[in-house]
């Protein structure tokens, strides 16, 4: 039996593959060395690798110089609690998000804008990959918009259940009672997307690398997640998608 | 300028990648098909793919039967905050989240392994891929132990520095003043390894599959940050390498 409340903040998590990311790979493709770039790499994430072997053969030593002149370093303060409080506070926060669940049915209640700008600020201060923060959070609230998006992500999400995915995919997810019907993207009053981006782009018009983007916007969800939590907003479950071609 | 303090616990993520997830690989290639199945699961993420089509084949109808009669349903019960409160909650925990920084300087002082234990709890609150929950969280204490981690890492990490990341690997990270001495492994007083599964194991020893792992355990490494910013005890930077061999 499900006992599934209503409530108050959908979070859709649509990790984007950037279409880019198949043109490095028509690139790599062209190149005609994928087999040795996979032997001698064995042990670089996928992710990384992907977007790194684009400018291997560029020379950008000096973009280092011209970045550094800009940096602003932050004095690092840092307080310790008694131990005693240390271990209360940490046996609240577990408390709190333990009572976490990856609900179905969301509430159409309104919520402060400032409360979203909050959580996505408290994501934003993740860490990653060299600091490259490859990440882009796009909060929508039209309803239209919104609808749109659970077109495109009941299609892809069906296509999941019927081909896509496999047998062994759909007799897993059984238990969950789920399916590709998701209309609490209608209902909440506010969808956060987020995207990964596999490369930035430099002040010069070039392509940067974004090392770990996957695993680093991941982190930022978890603490996107726990901001929610915190809140007390429960969030909707993470819809981990990847789109190759969403634009 | 640096103005680093010494902090209390050095949190250490090893995404290990199984060696089963060569095997599984090795699979692949041998059904000589690894086109064919780019080209038809485009969208599929990748960690999915890869342990995805060992199974097609298998036929296991019956294991959600039998794994449903175990499933204990929790009821789900929601508070939700005045509108004010919301915000401040939200202004506060992103106030906090925002003083989290990737320190290289780790004090030795103990902290409470209560502490350890209810952090590592937050973090397996993350949801995750079908709920496979496919994370591994090791905690090591004892300095000859985290000598040898220190051991390997710096030896894979000098190796990404001289020749396997390249060259505008190392130009990017220039500016971070990074390199891969990483004596804090031996002066933090707790090492908390995190560990990818990329499957697990069924009661009657059959591979399971575990969708979505990289992304899943990611999530739970940013849980598992801000549970540690909650009782200001500043974690050491996420050390986001895979390991493809260790074992």
Known sequence: MF????VLVAVLCILVVWIFKNADRNIQRKKGEPGARTKSRAWVD???????????????ADEWQESEEN?????????RYPEKEMTK??????????KRRS????????????????????????????HTEPWTFVVVKDPDVKHEIRKIVEEEEEIN?????????????????????????????????IFKQVHGFAANGKKTVHYYNEISVSIACGILLAALQIVKTVPKELVLISLLNLQ
Chains 1, 2 share one sequence.
């Open 3 to 6: 006992f599934l409340t209503p």
């Open 71 to 79: 940096v602003e370093h932050i004095p690092f303060s840092h307080t």
């Open 161 to 193: 259940y019927m081909k896509r995915m496999g047998h062994r995919w759909v007799t897993d997810l059984k238990k969950l009672r789920t399916n590709w019907i998701k209309d609490y993207l209608d209902s909440a009053p506010v969808l956060i997307l």
């Open 103 to 130: 609900v179905r049915f969301i509430s159409n209640e309104q919520i402060p804008m400032e409360v979203i700008d909050n959580v996505i600020k408290a994501a934003g201060t993740a860490p990653s990959g060299a």
């Open 46 to 60: 996928e992710d990384l690798r992907d977007s790194t072997y684009l400018h291997q053969a560029e020379e950008d």
């Open 89 to 98: 506070r940490s046996q609240e926060f577990y408390e709190l998000l333990n």
